[in-house]
C-alpha cells in the first residue's frame, strides 16, 4: 500500500485523538453548578496566612501546615451525609497509596462552618483515621476549624461555593491538591477518588505542574502495578486503540476517496 494513502489517514487518526483530549481537558473545567459549586482556579495561591484552629485548639496559620503536596478539603464535621461521603473516599484513596504519608503528601480539612469547635473537628478525625483501616499518623491529615472570615478567604482563593441555610450548607464535593508552595495544581471531584488518580495528582503537586485532572485518560492510559507498587503505562490497551483508530481512519479514507473517484469517473463519460 503506498504512503500516499497512510498519510492522510495517519493525519486523520491524529486529529481524531487530539480531538477527543481536548473534548476531555475541557470538560474537565466545567464544574459550577448554580451558586454552589467548583470554579477551578489552578495556579491560584491559597492564603497561607490565614489563621486556623487545629483538633487540639491551637492556632496555627495555614502555611505552617503545608510542607508538600496536600490534599485540602473543605466540608463541615456535622454533616451527616455528603461530608461523611467525602471523608471516607479520601481515606479509601490514601489507604492504597505507595507513599508516605506526613513525607511524601499530607491531607488538611476545614470546616466550612464557622460555629464548630475543635471538638468537633476531633471527632471527624478519629472517624477518617479509622477509616483507613491501617495506621496513619494523625499529624499528615489535620483538621481545622476558624472564622467566617478565614473561612472566606480560603473558599475564595481555590473557587468553592456553598450556601448556607435552615438545613444545613450546600458545598460542592472536591478534594483539592496543593503544591508545597500552596499553589492549586489539581481538583479531584465527586465523594469516590481512584487511588492512581490522587497519585498522580501528588505527583504533579510535588513538583509544581498546574493543569486539568483528566482522570478517565489518565485511567486508560495507565495502571497501577501491585506487584511492583508502581505506575506503568498501558502500553497493550494504548496500542490497541491506536491501532483501532489507525485502521477507522483508512477505512473512511478509501471509502470516501473510492466514492470520490466514481463520482470522476461518472462525469468523464
Not at 484552629?53 to 503536596?69: C, N, Y
Not at 472564622?147 to 483539592?176: K, M, N, T, W
Request: proline residues 5%; positive net charge; charged residues 20%.
Amino acid at each position: 500500500m503506498s504512503s500516499s494513502v497512510l498519510r492522510p489517514g495517519a493525519r486523520l487518526a491524529g486529529t481524531l485523538l487530539l480531538g477527543a483530549g481536548l473534548l476531555c481537558a475541557r470538560t474537565a473545567g466545567a464544574h459550577v453548578v448554580g451558586v454552589v459549586g467548583v470554579e477551578e482556579r489552578r495556579g491560584a495561591q491559597v492564603p497561607l496566612e490565614a489563621r486556623f484552629t487545629d483538633e487540639q485548639g491551637r492556632q496555627v496559620a495555614l502555611g505552617e501546615l503545608i510542607r508538600g503536596p496536600t490534599v485540602l478539603s473543605l466540608l463541615y464535621y456535622r454533616c451527616e451525609n455528603a461530608c461523611n461521603l467525602l471523608l471516607l473516599g479520601a481515606a479509601e484513596a490514601v489507604r492504597d497509596l505507595p507513599l508516605e504519608p506526613g513525607k511524601d503528601f499530607s491531607l488538611v480539612s476545614v470546616s466550612i462552618d464557622e460555629r464548630e469547635t475543635p471538638a468537633d473537628a476531633r471527632l471527624a478525625q478519629r472517624i477518617a483515621l479509622a477509616s483507613i483501616q491501617k495506621p496513619f499518623p494523625p499529624q499528615a491529615w489535620r483538621f481545622l476549624t476558624g472564622s467566617a472570615q478565614s473561612i472566606d478567604q480560603l473558599a475564595d482563593a481555590v473557587g468553592v461555593r456553598f450556601v448556607a441555610d435552615e438545613v444545613g450548607i450546600d458545598h460542592p464535593l472536591a478534594l483539592i491538591v496543593l503544591s508545597p508552595a500552596g499553589k492549586v495544581t489539581r481538583y479531584l471531584l465527586g465523594e469516590e477518588f481512584l487511588p492512581l488518580d490522587l497519585h498522580l495528582s501528588i505527583l504533579a503537586a510535588s513538583t509544581g505542574t498546574v493543569g486539568p485532572t483528566v482522570a478517565r485518560v489518565a485511567r486508560f492510559c495507565l495502571r497501577y502495578d501491585q506487584a511492583n507498587q508502581r505506575i506503568v503505562f498501558n502500553t497493550l490497551k494504548v496500542s490497541a486503540m491506536v491501532i483501532l483508530s489507525l485502521v477507522t481512519a483508512l477505512v473512511l479514507f478509501l471509502v470516501l476517496g473510492g466514492g470520490k473517484r466514481r463520482a470522476r469517473g461518472g462525469v468523464s463519460r
